[in-house]
């Protein structure tokens, strides 16, 4: 008898070795993905663009429901029961959408997995998940993947770059030696009969009118009467040129002042005359120290050493509008060196951009009466094509830089983005701009990646810049204006 039942009593021991080995919840699972309706549909399958139709089981919807409750219900407080020992039904009726969307999201995540592994797509970039169909069976979605051209890396060493090395000229050197004259000059201001002359600096209230209605009001604009420093724009040569010679309490009036661009602290509306009047406040005199003097002041033993780090902070002016450059000059020479085939889609998609920048800038212009440069001498349609190139090399360039930043590991950490910040922002709007822009990196996933994105390109660009056959070239301040002017668009 006991023989009789020893296979009976054997497949017993199985079935129960087997839940202790695979605990019930798992079980269920096991079975339920087993027997449920899976399906994965191929929708589009071209050499750059994927896409997919995945249906998830309701049945899998709920057990992914009720593990997300069973994980969390420790931590979800419900009237009338305590932490952790509410029932599943009653944390699931209170807590139902919260666990749909976890469970949904947690399912797609795998499934994408499941199809990145299956069909190859390792490389793939996901472009979008769309749901297309729910009812009681299930839900149907669609994926959406783009797939990288494939190509050789080639050595960065055979990219021939040039490679401006700052040289300014005698006269820029002489401005900086008058900004630091200026730095260590010894100030008094003006009795009010006093006369503007040569070094002096005049504070002006200045108010600008356009026919009878005053638009801006310009406090304690300063302007300088230094003979060596950089040319001044038309506003400030028109103001010296008429308060040269004035006493404090003179009024001023310019009229019929037309301006071509918007100059700092004369915000005025492009192309329009206006009149100027001016009130001069003060005038502050300055008194230069004599050579020995300027010397002790900034440590240096001798004029010539002093002139060579006014040489030194003109070059290091320069670097800034040199970067600009190489980064042009090495786009150009990679834009000449890689030629591989890309997805129609995503350099559509990319001129698109463009395209609609042009057609609203060309909108801006035609308000004005005016033409868009890029369509002087050239017809619509033209530029289009050549806007369609520019918009094939952006795709292009985007598919290399992101290679070499995956092949030699180049990534954007948060100091990366935070330097970048600070040395491109603060210089123009401030560091209290800069700190609110770093708040909202934070917070806006979307800003925060244009920004990765922007990190990422320049160091890259550094990168390859570095390895590159180099031929140096040396650029004055005008050489460097006349290059910059070259490579920017208009």
Known sequence: MITSFRPIIKQKVLRWSFFVRYPYDKVRQYFLYIVSAVTIKVLRDE?????????????????????????????IRIDGFRPGKAPLAIVLKNYGEK????????????????????????????????????????????????VPPAFDLIDPKKLKLDNLVPDPSKKLIEDFLLTFRIKSAKLHEKSKDGVVEQNDLVHCDVEIWQKDEKIKDCVDVPVRFFENLSKPGPVEELLKTKILGQKVDDLVIIESLKLKKAEHNFEVIDGKSVTLKVKIKRIVAFKFLEDEGLCKIFHVKDMKELRERAKKEASEGMLSDIAICHKRYLFDALDNAYNFELSKDAIDHEFKTVWDQFLSEKASFAKEKKTHPDLEGKTEKEVEKEYHKVAERRVRLSHILSKVAATESIRVTGEDLSRFVFDNIVLNYGEEYANRLLAELQKNEALRNNYIEMVLEDKVARFLHGKASLNDIKVTEEDLSNRLSAVLPR
Not at 48 to 73: D, H, L, P
């Open 47 to 75: 050499k750059f663009n994927k896409e997919y139709a995945i249906t998830i089981s309701s049945q899998e919807i709920q057990v992914a429901k009720e593990e997300w409750a069973e994980n969390n219900a420790k931590h």
């Open 99 to 146: 666990a749909y969307e976890q469970a949904v999201n947690k399912l797609l995540k795998g499934k994408r997995d499941e199809l990145v592994k299956a069909h190859n797509l390792g490389e793939a970039t996901l472009e979008n998940i769309d749901q297309t169909s729910k009812d009681d069976k299930g839900e149907t979605y669609q994926i959406s993947f783009s």
